[in-house]
């Protein structure tokens, strides 16, 4: 049995703690070689991030153990919402507490507030093409491959794919 995760919007005292997961987690993923990378100096900047789009946290016993943001097309940090999806990306759990059911519910917390959301029919969301792990989450959550929409991070061969779920 898990214990007790909750989901909730970010507060400026979480921003350093989903900085630590986020950069954990990619460079854990094998993504990138260094925190130096500029993406990786980017997706480490939550307070400019909190300021363009939504993001969430997963809070375990008082500690934070995820994160995640949301955006919706037209916004800054929309890679590929369609005027009907809330899209949803770096979804990252802490790598010392990964398949402790943070991603899971993360996921389920967002598929619940896309439902609640008007003119939004589905979810989506990219990921990258090793995160096997990511993949079986998303499988298993519901959600199906849209590889049309597969495209790769600008100026580099790292294809991202596309998965979308029906609300």
Known sequence: MHSQILIR???????????????DSYLAAGYFA???????VQVQDVARRAA???????????RIVGS?????????FSDIALADELEFRMLVVDPAVQRSGAGKAMVEAIVD?????PGIN??????????????????KTGFKRAPERDWFVPNTDIKLLVYRLDV
């Open 34 to 40: 260094s925190a130096d990378h500029p993406y990786m």
């Open 68 to 76: 995640v943001t949301l955006a919706v097309a037209g916004e800054p």
């Open 122 to 139: 589905a979810v989506a969301l990219t990921t990258g093409s090793t995160w096997e792990s990511a993949h079986g989450l998303y499988r």
């Open 52 to 62: 363009e789009a939504v993001i969430w946290v997963a809070e375990r016993a008082g």
């Open 9 to 23: 919007p970010a507060v400026s005292a979480d921003y350093d703690a989903v900085a630590r997961i986020t950069r």
């Open 113 to 117: 507030h896309a439902k609640s959301l």
